[in-house]
Nanobody, 125 residues
Framework: QVQPIESGGGSVKTGGSLTLSCAPS????????MGWFRQVGGKDREFVAR????????YLANSVKGRFSIFRDDDKNTVYLHMNSLKVEDTGIYYC??????????????????WGRGTQVTVSS
């Protein structure tokens, strides 16, 4: 069982930066495609970023390209989402997810098997 655990959320002003961390507990040494999603209110969960099991391939949603980056430190078994130039519309609950059995190139919620509980990011003007 892999249980992602997010941390690093908070409140910032527009233009500010935050770095979210995700430490998938369980099955140490195992590496999976990891993703970040976000959700605002009752809207559907939205794909933000994905990184391959070995960190060589990343993919970001158009809405965050050029501002966000995703990377992993396997020595620490942690995946990071670094967010720059934050906008009010980036506000939401950010979830980390692992694609244990899902496709490596997935961007849909159903492509990811194990989810964290989320961390709140609030950007205000």
């Amino acid at each position: 069982q892999v249980q992602p655990i997010e941390s690093g959320g908070g409140s910032v002003k527009t233009g500010g930066s935050l770095t979210l961390s995700c430490a998938p507990s369980g099955r140490p040494g195992s590496r999976f495609t990891m993703g970040w999603f976000r959700q605002v209110g009752g809207k559907d969960r939205e794909f933000v970023a994905r990184i391959s099991w070995n960190g060589e391939r990343t993919y970001l949603a158009n809405s965050v390209k050029g501002r966000f980056s995703i990377f992993r430190d396997d020595d620490k078994n942690t995946v990071y989402l670094h967010m720059n130039s934050l906008k009010v519309e980036d506000t939401g609950i950010y979830y980390c997810a692992a694609a244990i059995n899902g496709p490596p190139g997935g961007t849909r919620v159903v492509d990811f098997d194990s989810w964290g509980r989320g961390t709140q990011v609030t950007v205000s003007s």
